[in-house]
Structures are given as C-alpha cells and as structure tokens.
C-alpha cells in the first residue's frame, strides 16, 4: 500500500495477556520507528530498527517489550504481562532515512490498545 | 522532565487570521526541529521542517521560525482554514538520535 499500515486498529485485551501489534511501513524505508502515545501527550519514543536490527531500544519501557523486524519489512510489538497502564496508542511510522532527518517520518493510524 | 514543551494545550483562531503555535526546548543539542499535525483517529502527519542552521522555514500558508538562543521554536499559519483544526505536535532532536515530541497543542479555526 502507499502509507504505512497498522493492525488492528483497535485492541482491548485482559490485563496479564500477551498482544501482539503489527505494522506494515511503506515499500522500501528501511527506517521503522514505534511510538506510544498515552492521552494528552504526544508520542514517546520506543524503538527504531534499521533494516532487521534494533538500532536503538532506549524507550522500551521493561522488559515486557519487544520488537522484532525479521525481513526488514513488517515489524511486530510484543507485550507480555499486560498491564492496565499500557493502555495507549501505539504508533508505527517508517522513513528512508535514518533519525534526526529534516523529511520526517510517515506515521500510520495506530492501534489503540485497552487493557482492562 | 519535558526536554519539548507546549505550554498552550488549545488555541482558537478566527477564519482567515494567523494562529501562532508555540514550542520550547531544554536540550541546547537539538538541532532538528520538525512540526506534526494530527487528526482524531489518524497518525500524525508532517508538516515542516527546519534544521538548526537556518532561523525561518517557509512553505505555502506554514511558516517555522527557530530562535536558538531563547530555545524557541513557533509555527504560523496564515491564514487559517476550518481544515487546519488539529493537534499540532512540536518534535526535536539532536542529531543521529530519535524525535522527542511536545504534547501538543490543539489548534481549533472557526468560520
């Protein structure tokens, strides 16, 4: 597709479950980036991959998180143990080029995770 | 510790004015600056972007000005349409590094 595609887009689950959150970034950037944003804030970083490997995982908050990109292409967001304050919107947003770049990311429309 | 902040959670402009959104930054090392705009149930969608060489970016109705002594970064929007009502999101970072967002501040332009 021409943008970057998040599934599902909506996802409530029971606190203690495991989720798994899926992003499809656009053909050909080898920059994917996840981002959590909670209400009233703005997106906080979480991970960036470079092709297949984590270039940086700072923002995982534990180590219920994790992401993986085994083909460079769709990139998967694990949490396990779910708490209800993983409660969010995460967004998924790819590029083609690296961090710090004066053209921005593509975002996708995120999926809204609730734990309850 | 909020390295991006935008202290105006909401503006409202009237059709055809400029809205000015403000933006302030801790980390003298930021030297990207990018701004966001945000639709219910949409991921953010980039607007402008200006680098820390220069002190004002122009395209079309958007304009970025960046004073880096004051740590200061504003977006004007002249003028403004119903359809720019959103959130709009102030990102920095320094180089090599990833975006650090603003909370936002939501932008509402009325006919």
């Known amino acids: 597709g021409a943008g970057v595609s998040q599934t599902p887009s909506n996802k409530v689950t029971e606190k203690g479950k495991y989720v798994e959150l899926r992003c499809d970034p656009i053909?050909?950037?080898?920059?994917l980036y996840w981002y959590r944003q909670s209400l009233g804030q703005g997106p906080e970083f979480l991970i960036y991959?470079?092709?297949?490997?984590?270039?940086?995982d700072s923002g995982l908050p534990n180590d219920r998180f994790f992401a993986v990109r085994p083909e460079g292409s769709v990139s998967t967001l694990k949490i396990q143990r779910t708490e209800r304050g993983d409660s969010a919107v995460y967004l998924c947003a790819s590029s083609s080029r690296g961090p710090a770049s004066s053209y921005g990311y593509t975002f996708g429309s995120g999926t809204r995770l609730t734990v309850v | 510790d909020q390295q991006v902040k935008q202290n105006s959670p909401s503006l409202s402009v009237q059709e055809g004015r400029i809205s000015i959104l403000n933006c302030d930054y801790t980390?003298?090392?930021?030297?990207?600056f990018l701004w966001y705009k945000k639709y219910p149930a949409e991921g953010p969608t980039f607007l402008i972007s200006i680098s820390s060489i220069k002190d004002k970016n122009e395209d079309g109705r958007f304009t970025v000005f960046l004073n880096k002594s004051a740590k200061h970064l504003s977006l004007h929007i002249v003028p403004s349409q119903p359809g720019d009502s959103a959130v709009y999101f102030c990102a920095a970072s320094e180089e090599g590094q990833n975006f650090v967002f603003g909370p936002g501040t939501r932008l509402s332009v009325l006919p």
């Open positions: 980390n003298s090392m930021f030297d990207y």
């Open positions: 053909s050909g950037h080898t920059a």
């Open positions: 991959f470079q092709g297949t490997g984590a270039a940086d």
